[in-house]
């Protein structure tokens, strides 16, 4: 992550950035190989007037523009696209989850596992664990269900203090690591679900509330995190269960707090980042 300057010609920067009409929260890339550098982004305007734009960047002139721009009354918590990394379905738009009425799709089962709200869910994507995912929430419990089994859950983590868990992420290489965030909390808690209740670490360089955390897509071990105090930091956390002290790499947005964070699963090299109005992508 380095800063950008002036770039020779022929060389690619280093970040590129985009200013929304509106303050942006969620965001997410597009996992088409053929959309490079595609992402959608949601508003958060503490209205019933939000929307979900879709951009792209256009590497000839190093420039992001909007591609297409929809309504969604609440503001979008949650931004995924289709799982189409083959390019079979012809509408690309994302679909976004907000506080409003319920997204796509028909009820097949509902399940009631936490005691309060649930803030976020993740599924496995490593490791043949495709029936596998786990939720996180105002409980302050990560609790791990198995689609084939769906009538009872397993405790992973519950907060010692019963603080509201608002994120979770799933390593996409290895099924036995997931990451959480405490409401409030500088810290990310890293958990193995071998060894349940315990976490296998904690990273906590965070000045301020950490407000999003991501995998990447092509290593077990680094993980991103985003906060408060500006930061954006990447972590190599292969010497667990040894005290993880420092981040590899840092970023610092100085002009707003990051509250969300995205590694593209086609683009390895490259984060996303989100603060104010602001959407920035780094070449790590």
Not at 17 to 41: E, G, I, Q, T
Not at 53 to 74: C, G, I, M, N, R
Not at 87 to 108: N, T
Request: aromatic share 10%; hydrophobic share 40%; proline share 7%.
């Amino acid at each position: 992550m380095a800063h950008s300057g002036v770039v020779p010609p022929g060389k690619r920067k280093e970040i590129y950035k985009y200013m929304a009409p509106w303050p942006l929260y969620s965001m997410n890339w597009s996992v088409r190989p053929d959309k490079r550098f595609r992402l959608a982004l949601g508003s958060f305007v503490e209205e019933y007037n939000n929307k979900v734009q879709v951009v792209s960047l256009d590497e000839d002139s190093s420039e992001f523009t909007a591609k297409s721009t929809f309504d969604h009354p609440y503001p979008t918590t949650k931004i995924m696209w289709i799982p189409d990394s083959k390019g079979i379905f012809p509408i690309y738009l994302p679909l976004g989850y907000g506080a409003g009425k319920p997204s796509l799709g028909h009820v097949k089962t509902q399940l009631i596992a936490h005691d309060k709200e649930v803030y976020d869910i993740a599924f496995s994507r490593a490791g043949g664990g495709r029936d596998m995912f786990a939720s996180v929430g105002a409980d302050g419990s990560v609790r791990m269900f198995d689609l084939r089994h769906l009538e009872h859950s397993t405790i992973i983590y519950e907060d010692p203090a019963h603080t509201p868990l608002l994120r979770l992420a799933w390593n996409k290489q290895d099924p036995n690591y997931l990451a959480t965030i405490a409401m409030d909390a500088c810290e990310v808690i890293i958990l193995d679900v071998r060894v349940p209740c315990t976490p296998v670490a904690r990273l906590n360089n965070h000045r301020a509330c950490v407000n999003g955390i991501a995998w990447a897509p092509h290593s077990s071990c680094h993980i991103c995190t985003a906060g408060d105090d500006h930061q954006a930091l990447i972590w190599d956390i292969q010497q667990m269960p040894r005290a993880i002290e420092d981040p590899i790499l840092a970023y610092t947005a100085a002009e707003g707090e990051v509250n969300q964070i995205q590694w593209g699963a086609t683009q390895p090299d490259w984060i996303a980042i989100c603060y104010n109005k602001s959407l920035e992508i780094l070449r790590v």
